[in-house]
């Protein structure tokens, strides 16, 4: 029940019947991780969406003034934990910005490999779940949801291979990357890469022209483009709806201008725009793995020397904020340094918080199924968005 | 020494009830492991090795070890009886299906009409759950299911009648006699549309995807099975699966030619189960294929489409029937 | 079927369309029926894990002459994030030794900062985490179950030194000395840049 004055709640008048209060969440199989939705319904029609969040706070920004540069980005991966690579590199990025760290050209190559493999492995992720809230544990939708883990598999066991660890990696340091490639692994991801495109043309031919699946998708959830720049969402909702903002064109960092690929942009708006979107980040995130373990470059992997002790890494005074383009939207990183070997203040800009705002804005008027839709298709990740 | 008949029918009645039990919890796990198998991966192993055999009997061990959970607030007497009035019908159908042409229990000479009628039950059963749970979600749920199922008789009652307009009787094993020559699906046109018809309808009656938005386990978390656990749970389970496979054996023995195939008389109830059963996949076969579309889209087909389409096609049936009747006299 | 957003296009062709799309999906789902599952019978089966897989940690004893490789310098301790390790040094003539060891298994992220900055080589992963029990105090290792572990599992590829010369810019002074094998012993901080 919204008690206190600040939170207004939006609803709208629909047909004066007897309205009912259902809470969606924390623990709902749907609700993408822990996430409270007090929706207030007539009949089946959705005409008010409070959002509750916070349950799964950790104190990231209080840990990251208590871990030193070195300790943090194995920590940083909890952000965004699906897409762990992104948040990883948001920090470290951060953090050269501030001390003026040059980055040695293999590092920024293998940078941009992981990144694309994550987002690969991200958004399979997203396709299954997605489909999994639409179609059923039981059903069809379980289907995809394991057709798309089993893809899914196969890039997690070239991480492995490349870091040992499969969710949380801590590949990221100040001044490169911790691990260099094992020989055969660049083999293995063209293999990974090649088989996971001709899947790809199976899932969109079992989604695409499937009535059942447009008609859940297609209308359902639109965000206008003045309701998208407004409140501030990025990554694919907003190229769903009609603004080409994407932070590796807008702004390349660690070498993104080398690579040549394609910006997907909708103008729709609706779930079926946003999954076009997606499903063209996973074509062209294979394009730029191909172009850049074409072109990977030898050199070392890191300008610094190897982790040898805790507070190995100082950085003077001074604030830095860098933008990387996650998987779900624009993750920010901010951090304020006083000249130790930690952060005096570290502040994370999560891209699925400013994401999960749109939902008051698109939710009411749409049916109970459709705020299933609308929660898969905006793909929120708690971890960024509580922190 | 001859039995009275009563005793006689009784004593069918036990058996057939015991081998369906038997046939329905073996009948979840063929569908466990053919979904398994559509999406790469194994299904029940390791219970009754190599092929999980022992499955069912596991889950019914389970079922009837767990603790009976009742809510404190629900309506006991509503809540505690569901599950019995929706099991009750879905047994009760299959009174009336003929195994063989003199097996079955009550072969009435209203069969299909009893069929239809009694299956359509269910509903109470289901509705009495949503509410006696006092749960807004399993209320949410029994509204969608009153709506869906409802709509949804009339088609597969329509679609039913196809096949007895063409065999001029509403007694099944008259129905099966009269499809000796040619069976009713393969009547040009008609028949498959009918079958097709049918189908449809009987996912949507079982509520299943892309048709089962009452259960949405996304959504609803089983909707109005969601406060049910242990034996009451279990009922609840058989009697779905119970009328899954009812509806799969009436569509074999309307459809498909009943109990008639190749080879001696005494093989005709394995020719039916073998029928039931492709029905049974088919319908499985849509339910892991499909995401499932929300109850207002759900509605729309029912009445905008299935409806006006299963008359015209009884319509249609009766045309042919009486040009038949006209010219061969 | 309505409401799709589209200009209606005429009722055969869009029941075409339906049914070719049903028949696609569907006929997807038939082809993977016939397709080898891709389940792994763990635990009869295990699947072969990467070198570098990040397992249970261990302890290890040194190559040449068998005494155990851990100097109690503490490294470990401060650099590990969730701060499991516990160490008490005990000093000797020639070297030091590690009196206590402890390792809260169960509080440990698996994130291989502590091999990373091991001087000697003694903390090290295995390529294994089976170590599943029922009572969470056996994951509390102290030195001798850590022992007991290097000894029973199959280490995985990375070590201190290894890991170190791998990130580091190659210089021709670090290949002059040879493999830096406990060079860096004792050596708490690295002057800032």
């Known amino acids: 029940?919204?008690?206190?004055?600040?939170?207004?709640?939006?609803?709208?008048?629909?047909?004066?019947?007897?309205?009912?209060?259902?809470?969606?969440?924390?623990?709902?199989?749907?609700?993408?991780?822990?996430?409270?939705?007090?929706?207030?319904?007539?009949?089946e029609t959705v005409v008010a969406v409070d959002a509750v969040i916070g349950y799964l706070h950790r104190c990231h920004e209080k840990l990251g003034e208590t871990l030193t540069y070195v300790q943090y980005p194995s920590i940083a991966s909890k952000?965004?934990?699906?897409s762990a690579m992104t948040a990883e590199l948001a920090y470290v990025s951060a953090v050269e910005q501030?001390?003026?760290?040059?980055?040695?050209?293999?590092?920024?190559?293998l940078r941009v490999i992981v990144a694309e493999l994550q987002r690969i492995a991200s958004h399979c992720l997203w396709l299954g779940t997605w489909c999994l809230d639409m179609g059923g544990a039981l059903g069809g939708g379980a289907t995809v949801f394991l057709y798309c883990i089993r893809e899914r598999e196969m890039v997690l066991d070239r991480f492995e291979e490349l870091t040992g660890a499969r969710l949380l990696y801590g590949f990221h340091q100040t001044g490169g990357t911790r691990y260099d490639i094992?020989?055969?692994?660049?083999?293995?991801?063209?293999?990974?890469?090649?088989?996971?495109?001709?899947?790809?043309?199976?899932?969109?031919?079992?989604?695409?022209?499937?009535?059942?699946?447009?008609?859940?998708?297609?209308?359902?959830?639109?965000?206008?483009?003045?309701?998208?720049e407004s409140v501030g969402v990025s990554g694919p909702l907003i190229r769903g709806s009609g603004v080409g903002y994407d932070v590796r064109r807008a702004e390349p960092y660690s070498s993104y201008g080398d690579f040549d690929f394609v910006v997907p942009v909708e103008t729709a708006g609706d779930c079926y725009a946003r999954y076009r979107v997606r499903m063209v980040e996973f074509r062209q995130s294979i394009r730029i793995i191909r172009q850049a373990l074409d072109g990977l470059p030898e050199g070392p992997i890191s300008s610094r020397p190897g982790v040898k002790s805790v507070a190995q890494v100082r950085v003077p005074?001074?604030?830095?904020?860098?933008?990387?383009?996650?998987?779900?939207?624009?993750?920010?990183?901010?951090?304020?340094?006083?000249?130790?070997?930690?952060?005096?203040?570290?502040k994370w800009r999560g891209a699925s918080f400013s994401n999960l705002a749109v939902l008051p804005h698109i939710v009411p008027g749409h049916k109970v199924a459709d705020v299933v839709a609308i929660m898969g298709s905006v793909d929120p990740v708690f971890g960024e968005v509580d922190r | 020494m001859t039995l009275t008949p009563v005793l006689w029918h009784a004593i069918e009645a036990f058996i057939v009830l015991n081998v369906l039990l038997v046939l329905v919890?073996?009948?979840?796990?063929?569908?466990?492991?053919?979904?398994?198998?559509?999406?790469s991966r194994i299904g029940p192993y390791y219970v009754g090795r190599p092929h999980g055999w022992l499955q069912p009997v596991a889950d019914a061990v389970k079922l009837m070890m767990k603790e009976d959970i009742v809510p404190t607030a629900s309506?006991?007497?509503?809540?505690?009886?569901?599950?019995?009035?929706?099991?009750?019908?879905?047994?009760?159908?299959?009174?009336?299906?003929?195994?063989?042409?003199?097996?079955?229990?009550?072969?009435?000479?209203?069969?299909?009409?009893f069929f239809l009628a009694v299956s359509s039950l269910e509903i109470v059963g289901l509705f009495m759950g949503g509410w006696g749970s006092n749960n807004k979600y399993a209320l949410l749920s029994a509204m969608r299911a009153v709506n869906q199922i409802i709509s949804y008789d009339l088609p597969f009652i329509f679609a039913a009648l196809v096949p007895v307009v063409l065999a001029g009787s509403m007694q099944m094993s008259a129905i099966v006699v009269a499809q000796q020559g040619l069976w009713f699906v393969a009547y040009p046109v008609i028949g498959q549309l009918a079958f097709i018809a049918f189908l449809v309808a009987t996912l949507a009656a079982e509520n299943r995807v892309p048709f089962d938005i009452l259960e949405a386990e996304s959504e609803l978390v089983a909707g109005f099975r969601v406060e049910y656990s242990g034996m009451k749970f279990a009922l609840i389970q058989l009697g779905e699966y119970a009328h899954m496979l009812g509806t799969s054996f009436l569509g074999a023995l309307l459809f498909l030619g009943g109990w008639l195939g190749p080879g001696p008389e005494w093989l005709g109830p394995l020719w039916l189960l073998l029928k039931a059963i492709v029905i049974f996949l088919i319908v499985t076969w849509v339910r892991w294929s499909f995401v499932r579309i929300r109850v207002d889209q759900i509605l729309a087909i029912s009445w905008k489409l299935l409806l006006p389409s299963t008359l015209m096609l009884l319509l249609a049936t009766g045309l042919v029937v009486a040009m038949r009747g006209a010219s061969g006299g | 079927m309505a409401a799709n957003g589209?200009?209606?296009?005429?009722?055969?062709?869009?029941?075409?369309q339906l049914v070719t799309a049903v028949g696609r999906a569907m006929g997807i789902t038939f082809r993977n029926l016939f397709r080898k599952p891709v389940t792994v019978h763990y635990p009869d089966v295990k699947r072969p894990y990467p070198d570098r897989f990040r397992g249970i940690l261990a302890l290890a004893y040194e190559k040449d002459t068998g005494e155990e490789a851990c100097i109690g310098c503490r490294l470990c301790e401060y650099v590990c994030p969730p701060q499991v390790i516990k160490v008490e040094m005990l000093k000797g003539e020639k070297r030091n030794y590690a009196k206590k060891f402890t390792l809260e298994l169960y509080a440990c992220e698996f994130c291989e900062l502590c091999v990373q900055v091991c001087p000697t080589d003694a903390i090290i992963m295995m390529k294994s985490f089976d170590l599943a029990t029922a009572d969470r105090r056996e994951l509390l290792l102290d030195k001798d179950r850590l022992h007991a572990i290097g000894l029973e599992f199959e280490p995985s590829w990375a070590t201190g030194n290894k890991l170190r010369d791998m990130q580091a810019p190659p210089k021709p002074a670090r290949e002059a000395r040879g493999e830096g094998k406990g060079a860096a012993k004792g050596e708490a901080k690295e002057p800032s840049e």
């Not at chain 2, 919890?25 to 999406?39: D, I, N, W």
């Open chain 1, 79 to 82: 952000t965004d934990y699906v």
């Open chain 1, 98 to 109: 501030i001390a003026k760290v040059e980055v040695p050209r293999r590092a920024q190559y």
């Open chain 1, 1 to 43: 029940m919204p008690e206190t004055q600040a939170r207004q709640v939006v609803e709208i008048g629909y047909g004066g019947n007897e309205r009912l209060m259902m809470n969606m969440g924390p623990q709902h199989p749907s609700s993408h991780g822990v996430f409270r939705m007090i929706l207030t319904l007539e009949g």
């Open chain 3, 6 to 16: 589209r200009a209606p296009a005429g009722f055969w062709r869009e029941t075409g």
């Open chain 2, 25 to 39: 919890a073996y009948v979840t796990l063929l569908e466990r492991k053919f979904a398994a198998r559509m999406q």
């Open chain 1, 317 to 346: 005074k001074g604030e830095g904020y860098t933008r990387v383009e996650g998987a779900r939207g624009e993750i920010g990183c901010y951090i304020v340094s006083d000249g130790g070997p930690k952060p005096y203040r570290l």
């Open chain 1, 182 to 228: 094992p020989s055969g692994w660049d083999k293995k991801v063209r293999e990974t890469v090649d088989f996971i495109e001709r899947r790809l043309d199976e899932y969109e031919a079992m989604l695409e022209d499937n009535a059942f699946f447009r008609v859940r998708t297609q209308g359902v959830g639109v965000i206008s483009r003045e309701v998208a």
């Open chain 2, 75 to 113: 309506d006991r007497a509503v809540y505690n009886l569901a599950p019995i009035v929706f099991l009750v019908p879905c047994l009760l159908i299959f009174a009336t299906i003929p195994f063989a042409p003199q097996l079955g229990v009550a072969d009435l000479n209203i069969g299909v009409l």
